[in-house]
């Protein structure tokens, strides 16, 4: 029988950097939890993140970790879940990170079905340069780089792009309820796909609209409403809801869920000749190669 | 006395067949035991323009693609109009006498004009004539007494075993051009000596692909570029029999972060692009530098600057390549002189990349990477060197991923080894992976720390230097001039040389299959001697001439630079080795 691994097996040495009441710090409990709970090798976990407050958060693991560019997290991920699909490749990182700079990266992982899955710590705003607006940023809001007239652009719909990108598990998170949230990642990184959790996680030093309070009034479950993750007309009238319509009542929980949906590596040809990573190096027949020339 | 080699040459509109009748008597001439080098200028378009593609072949080793051909072969009226002039003393212009023109008064002395209808002989076969370039072909053949049995082979290559009637239809059209210049004063009587042993025939991209597979490269990432792409729909085809996951991305930024990340899990990886899309890797150039992560970059240039002129060649991305990222850190550049460098330094590239544990940069150019050209013996038994791993032997106790040794190259994990789990990143970092850029920069230990960390870095180069090959001097070591010359100039600069003896000019060549780190120390003995230098580079600036003078305090006295879109040709390197000697 398998030695279990302590909760505290997870956790890295090095404290976390984050301002004392960052919701930073409650998606890193929920990660440990479900990774705890799932009792993964923490050598067979690979975190990848960019750059920004919340991608510092693979240092505070003890497991594999790539701590990579702005906005270039999804596709460092790819490339170690494509040379190697045993391991379990879990992304973290903030709104800038995956919804402004990485956008293009973050709809392509999507629209690929890649297993992996991505963890976005949004607060709507740019926390380590100090107070931008974000690509979460609500209209009106008043940032460091839009002074007078506050943000004149929509907010990014993070639920309602993934839906349309070809996510097969999308859900919302708070950080105000980790109990929820680590039940969500934990069914993320066991879900067949590419699954992405949007978790509202506020920056008590930047944003002073979106707090804690402000999401306690507007939060409900989905879950508790009868919402059905398999419907999809359902999941995007539902990740329209906030945002894009109103501003009064924010769901939270698993909005879509398309189970058996094929993975990327399941479609990778290559793949069959065993992971890129651990085949033997060399060629067996070059002579056989040498006569496409001849 | 008879000729050693001939230049062929056909003309017509983008999507005339143009490059793929080329290919294949390119194909028919190395399969009759020729060297073969071929050179393709096309615009970037996909339906007309004006596009041709020149054939050299011979029976001894070539270096360039051919000046004057002795068979000009024009499917369209634009063809004649550029090129009639052109062809060789004594040479023949094949073209459709019921189509097109010719104006002899642009002719050489003794150039047979040979009209055939190839419209009319092509509709007896099929009714939309698309074989009229097939039956130029045949004619082609018979013009230079090669052996028809090849040309069947060369359609079996194009449309394989699985459209028989295609090949015979094919073959069939072919023996109708043949036909006609029997009837038209025959062959051109070259008296080329044909072997008829075949000579593998392939483009420096394929020989950069076979490179990789040969030293196990199992991931290439890559958006589309001209003159990389081949690169990749070569690999795609071919790679995933040898377990080489080939991925077309969303763009270069993507291609090259995934090649990071498929090299931290432990899969030899690449990517290869043009300028346009190196220029948008850098950063992440710099990420593998800084988080120790082998990774391949192959670049193929073209002409630029910005989008330039895609279809035509240049050495203009040496800047780049020595800038590319912000900051310092360790990367080497290698230039391949010819199809079986590509093949060699390539999968040189990839034990680099892992003994280093940082990105190595292969620069090719169109040039070298689209021309198909024969190659001698590829040696297909690379060994394989994937430098320090901290399983073997190492302990897991306070694993230091970063650990400073006197190479500059710490023990590396693969994800998925227990006990030596570490997080990579891009941050300055201590030698065990903590950062030390957040909270502790600036700080009495840490301004030691990063220090320290750089100089273990960049302490790598000394080691990419003993490795990477050093400079070579090509001909004579006592020599009234030393050309000095990178990548694909090596060809024609060298059969430059070799004209010039003939006038009683002694000329000898320096090269550099390595640009950076530079072999100062080789560079240097080698120049001390020589009398005067002429740098020959296709840029304007001269980039390689000016780090070679940085590096060394040498400034070679001559400088023939090229930024017209085109290779060099030989003939231009001699008029300028002659006005230097004078």
């Known amino acids: 029988m398998k030695t279990a691994f302590e909760l505290q097996t997870y956790k890295s040495a090095v404290k976390p950097t984050?301002?004392?009441?960052?919701?930073?710090?409650?998606?890193?409990?929920?990660?440990?939890?479900?990774?705890?709970?799932?009792?993964?090798?923490?050598?067979?976990?690979?975190?990848?993140?960019?750059?920004?407050?919340?991608?510092?958060?693979?240092?505070?693991?003890?497991?594999?970790?790539?701590?990579?560019?702005?906005?270039?997290?999804?596709?460092?991920?790819?490339?170690?879940?494509?040379?190697?699909?045993?391991?379990?490749?879990?992304?973290?990182?903030?709104?800038?990170?995956?919804?402004g700079i990485g956008l293009g990266h973050t709809l392509h992982a999507m629209r690929r079905n890649l297993d992996v899955t991505y963890l976005v710590m949004n607060n709507q705003i740019y926390g380590l340069t100090t107070g931008q607006a974000s690509p979460t940023s609500e209209k009106g809001m008043k940032t460091k780089s839009t002074p007078i007239a506050g943000v004149i652009e929509n907010p990014i719909d993070p639920i309602a792009l993934a839906i349309a990108s070809g996510a097969t598990y999308v859900a919302r998170g708070f950080s105000g309820d980790v109990k929820q949230l680590a039940d969500l990642v934990q069914k993320a990184i066991e879900h067949k796909g590419f699954s992405l959790i949007d978790c509202l996680s506020p920056c008590v030093t930047y944003n002073k609209v979106n707090t804690y309070d402000f999401f306690r009034e507007r939060v409900y479950s989905l879950e508790k409403e009868g919402h059905d993750p398999s419907?999809?007309?359902?999941?995007?009238?539902?990740?329209?809801?906030?945002?894009?319509?109103?501003?009064?009542?924010?769901?939270?929980?698993?909005?879509?869920?398309a189970k058996g949906v094929p993975t990327y590596e399941d479609l990778e040809p290559a793949l069959a000749k065993g992971a890129p990573a651990k085949q033997s190096l060399g060629l067996e027949d070059p002579e056989e190669l040498l006569k496409h020339f001849l | 006395m008879s000729k050693r080699d001939f230049t062929f040459r056909i003309g017509g509109a983008a999507g005339d067949g143009v490059s793929s009748t080329a290919e294949s008597f390119a194909r028919i001439c190395s399969r009759s035991g020729l060297h073969v080098w071929t050179y393709s200028s096309y615009q970037s378009v996909i339906r007309g323009g004006h596009v041709w593609t020149q054939v050299r072949a011979g029976a001894d080793p070539l270096l360039s693609h051919g000046e004057a051909p002795e068979v000009l072969v024009a499917l369209n009226q634009a063809t004649l109009d550029v090129h009639e002039?052109?062809?060789?003393?004594?040479?023949?212009?094949?073209?459709?006498?019921?189509?097109?023109?010719?104006?002899?008064?642009?002719h050489r002395p003794r150039v047979r004009a040979l009209g055939i209808p190839l419209r009319r002989l092509a509709q007896t076969l099929s009714p939309n004539a698309v074989m009229r370039n097939t039956v130029a072909l045949g004619a082609a053949v018979r013009l230079l007494d090669l052996d028809f049995r090849h040309v069947e082979t060369a359609f079996k290559g194009i449309w394989g075993s699985k459209k028989p009637e295609v090949v015979a239809q094919n073959v069939q059209a072919a023996r109708l051009g043949a036909n006609e210049v029997q009837d038209h004063g025959g062959s051109l009587r070259l008296g080329i000596p044909y072997t008829?042993?075949?000579?593998?025939?392939?483009?420096?991209?394929?020989?950069?692909?076979?490179?990789?597979?040969?030293?196990?490269?199992?991931?290439?990432?890559?958006?589309?570029?001209?003159?990389?792409?081949?690169?990749?729909?070569?690999?795609?085809?071919?790679?995933?029999?040898?377990?080489?996951?080939?991925?077309?991305?969303?763009?270069?930024?993507?291609?090259?972060?995934m090649a990071i990340g498929a090299g931290f899990a432990g899969a030899r990886a690449m990517t290869a692009t043009s300028g346009g899309g190196f220029c948008l890797m850098v950063e992440a150039l710099g990420q593998g530098g800084m988080t120790e992560?082998?990774?391949?970059?192959?670049?193929?240039?073209?002409?630029?600057?910005?989008?330039?002129?895609?279809?035509?060649?240049?050495?203009?991305?040496?800047?780049?390549?020595?800038?590319?990222?912000?900051?310092?850190w360790p990367r080497a550049i290698l230039a391949p002189r010819t199809p079986e460098e590509c093949f060699s330094l390539t999968a040189q590239a990839f034990n680099l990349a892992e003994i280093y544990q940082t990105p190595i940069v292969v620069m090719s150019d169109l040039y070298l990477g689209e021309g198909h050209r024969t190659v001698g013996d590829l040696d297909f038994n690379v060994p394989i060197v994937r430098g320090m791993m901290a399983a073997d032997g190492g302990t897991p106790q306070g694993f230091r991923r970063y650990a400073r040794t006197a190479s500059g190259v710490s023990p590396r994990a693969f994800p998925g080894t227990k006990g030596f789990v570490f997080q990579?990143?891009?941050?300055?970092?201590?030698?065990?992976?903590?950062?030390?850029?957040?909270?502790?920069?600036?700080?009495?230990?840490?301004?030691?720390?990063?220090?320290?960390?750089?100089?273990?870095?960049?302490?790598?180069?000394?080691?990419?230097?003993?490795?990477?090959?050093?400079?070579?001097?090509?001909?004579?070591?006592d020599a009234d001039l030393t050309l000095i010359s990178w990548g694909s100039t090596h060809g024609p600069a060298r059969e430059a040389i070799l004209r010039v003896e003939g006038d009683?000019?002694?000329?000898?060549?320096?090269?550099?299959?390595?640009?950076?780190?530079?072999?100062?120390?080789?560079?240097?003995?080698?120049?001390?001697?020589?009398?005067?230098?002429?740098?020959?580079?296709?840029?304007?600036?001269?980039?390689?001439?000016?780090?070679?003078?940085?590096?060394?305090?040498?400034?070679?006295?001559?400088?023939?630079?090229?930024?017209?879109?085109?290779?060099?040709?030989?003939?231009?390197?001699?008029?300028?080795?002659?006005?230097v000697v004078r």
């Open chain 1, 18 to 99: 984050w301002c004392p009441g960052c919701g930073d710090f409650a998606l890193l409990n929920a990660l440990q939890k479900a990774i705890h709970a799932l009792q993964l090798e923490p050598w067979n976990v690979v975190i990848v993140s960019g750059i920004g407050c919340s991608s510092n958060l693979p240092h505070f693991l003890s497991t594999y970790g790539f701590h990579g560019l702005h906005g270039r997290a999804v596709p460092v991920a790819s490339g170690i879940k494509l040379a190697n699909p045993d391991l379990h490749v879990i992304i973290a990182g903030g709104d800038g990170d995956g919804y």
């Open chain 1, 231 to 257: 419907d999809m007309k359902a999941a995007f009238a539902r990740a329209i809801e906030w945002p894009v319509v109103q501003h009064e009542r924010i769901p939270l929980g698993l909005f879509w869920q």
């Open chain 2, 85 to 106: 002039g052109g062809v060789a003393e004594g040479g023949v212009i094949l073209y459709d006498s019921e189509a097109l023109k010719v104006d002899p008064s642009k």
């Open chain 2, 196 to 257: 008829n042993v075949p000579r593998p025939l392939m483009t420096g991209n394929e020989a950069v692909c076979l490179g990789a597979l040969a030293a196990g490269c199992k991931f290439l990432a890559q958006y589309p570029m001209t003159p990389a792409s081949s690169i990749m729909h070569w690999m795609a085809a071919h790679g995933p029999a040898h377990g080489v996951v080939v991925k077309q991305v969303e763009d270069e930024l993507a291609a090259i972060n």
């Open chain 2, 293 to 328: 992560t082998p990774v391949v970059a192959v670049l193929v240039q073209r002409a630029g600057p910005s989008t330039g002129l895609p279809t035509k060649t240049e050495q203009g991305d040496l800047n780049l390549v020595l800038g590319a990222g912000q900051g310092d």
């Open chain 2, 424 to 477: 990579a990143g891009t941050d300055e970092h201590t030698e065990s992976g903590e950062l030390i850029s957040d909270v502790l920069a600036g700080l009495p230990g840490s301004v030691e720390e990063r220090r320290r960390m750089m100089e273990k870095r960049m302490r790598k180069l000394d080691g990419l230097r003993k490795d990477a090959p050093g400079p070579e001097l090509w001909g004579p070591a």
């Open chain 2, 504 to 579: 009683g000019v002694k000329v000898n060549h320096l090269e550099f299959p390595t640009l950076f780190p530079l072999h100062v120390e080789d560079a240097t003995s080698l120049l001390k001697g020589a009398r005067r230098t002429l740098a020959v580079e296709g840029n304007f600036t001269g980039q390689f001439t000016r780090l070679l003078r940085a590096e060394t305090g040498i400034a070679p006295t001559h400088f023939l630079g090229k930024y017209d879109g085109e290779p060099f040709g030989a003939r231009e390197i001699a008029d300028k080795i002659h006005e």
